[in-house]
């Protein structure tokens, strides 16, 4: 063999074997940024909790069908949520290039998700890649409904110990029409309920004593009451 070819080649070599390989560029991590304020007045609002959730955009679960299938869903690190101080900013910080989905709750106000007018649905994904930094994201949180009201039997005397419920229209699956209980009160010594932190919407006002339970120990049991819907009927097709 030639030992020129061969001395070329051991040459070669020592220059593969000597070649530094390009470090690794670590990742950065992401962050999301924003307020919540009040939508009446602009006012920053305090104690509301933010809630972050990595999720896949529908193509990607398309293409990838997640690991656990028994949810449908693939499972990913949970996020600790974040609560606003007074000046209603919060931060979340640390993230990973994914798609998250951004929600938020206050006490006194409707709960909402980033990108949804109603509060309702699953809004809009947000979609971060390494080290960017997404500001300016606004949640303006309306004022939650209060509904309130007294009931009395025939002689006017308060009914106590009474179950009052809001109800809402809903469907089975095969397009049967149903009431969806959304909230529960009971009536006190004076015969008076009160239902707080209502979501705007169309509603009905039942009461009846099948949920009514004996507060203290010391209630007469009322006579029973079937369930019957605000203004006076105890049909729901009348309604």
């Not at 690991?67 to 949970?78: H, I, L, N």
């Not at 000046?87 to 910080?93: E, K, L, N, S, Y």
């Not at 979501?199 to 049991?221: C, E, F, I, W």
């Amino acid at each position: 063999m030639n030992p020129m070819r061969l001395l070329s080649a051991s040459m070669l070599l020592l220059q593969l074997a000597g070649t530094p390989t390009p470090a690794e560029k670590p990742r950065e991590d992401a962050s999301i940024e924003g307020v919540v304020v009040r939508l009446d007045t602009g006012e920053p609002l305090r104690r509301a909790q933010l809630g972050l959730y990595q999720v896949r955009p529908p193509s990607e679960l398309a293409a990838a069908p997640p690991a656990d299938s028994d949810s449908g869903y693939p499972r990913f690190p949970q996020i600790t949520p974040v609560t606003t101080e007074a000046d209603g900013v919060f931060r979340f910080t640390k993230l990973k290039a994914g798609s998250y989905r951004l929600s938020v709750a206050c006490n006194g106000y409707v709960s909402t998700v980033y990108g949804s007018e109603s509060g309702e649905g699953e809004g809009t994904i947000i979609t971060i890649v390494d080290g960017q930094a997404i500001k300016g994201i606004s949640f303006r949180l309306r004022r939650a409904a209060t509904i309130s009201g007294h009931l009395r039997d025939s002689d006017g005397t308060p009914i106590t110990g009474l179950a009052v419920s809001l109800l809402k229209v809903g469907f089975y699956y095969n397009g049967l029409r149903t009431m969806e209980r959304i909230t529960t009160s009971t009536t006190d010594d004076r015969g008076e309920y009160r239902l707080f932190w209502v979501s705007p919407g169309r509603y009905y006002l039942s009461a009846s004593n099948s949920d009514s339970y004996d507060l203290t120990g010391n209630m007469v049991q009322q006579k029973p009451y079937p369930p019957f819907y605000y203004p006076g009927t105890f049909d729901q097709r009348h309604l």
